[in-house]
């Protein structure tokens, strides 16, 4: 409430956040931060369902001790938050955003430049399995 009192137009930034908490916190802050006028835009990233799942196989144990889990991963990429009260007005790539800019992560340089000798579904996989959104409300 305080946050919303001080500006007309306030853009909400979570990048980071959103990935260590679990689906219905992650419904409840996106329903929470429609309900303000104020809030016109949101920026926050976010895993596929599907990475959140190889992540979890891979470094589940790692996280678990810890004691800092990952548990969201969009089972819709940016159209899971329309539900909430929001509308995707841009979506990009991490990895290729990455790419674009020369500051790749750190898992994606190591195997980055092999990935045009991949199959076209791994490709299309690690184009969408960690993404930004620019969000508006709906």
């Not at 500006?7 to 908490?21: A, D, N, P, S």
């Not at 369902?49 to 889990?69: P, Q, S």
Request: hydrophobic letters at 40%.
């Amino acid at each position: 409430d305080r946050i919303a009192q001080h500006g007309k137009k306030t853009l909400i930034l979570t990048e980071g956040l959103l990935c260590y908490l679990p689906e219905a916190a992650v419904r409840e802050l996106s329903s929470e931060l429609a309900r303000y006028p104020e809030f016109t835009h949101w920026i926050t990233d976010y895993f596929s369902a599907t990475l959140l799942k190889w992540l979890n196989r891979g470094w589940g144990k790692r996280f678990e001790k810890g004691n800092a889990g990952i548990y969201f991963g969009s089972p819709r990429g940016a159209a899971f938050f329309n539900e909430q009260g929001w509308h995707s007005i841009q979506t990009r790539s991490v990895f290729k955003e990455g790419v674009r800019l020369n500051r790749m992560i750190p898992g994606y340089r190591a195997w980055g430049p092999l990935l045009k000798f991949t199959p076209r579904r791994f490709q299309k996989f690690a184009e969408c399995a960690y993404e930004l959104t620019l969000l508006t409300r709906a």
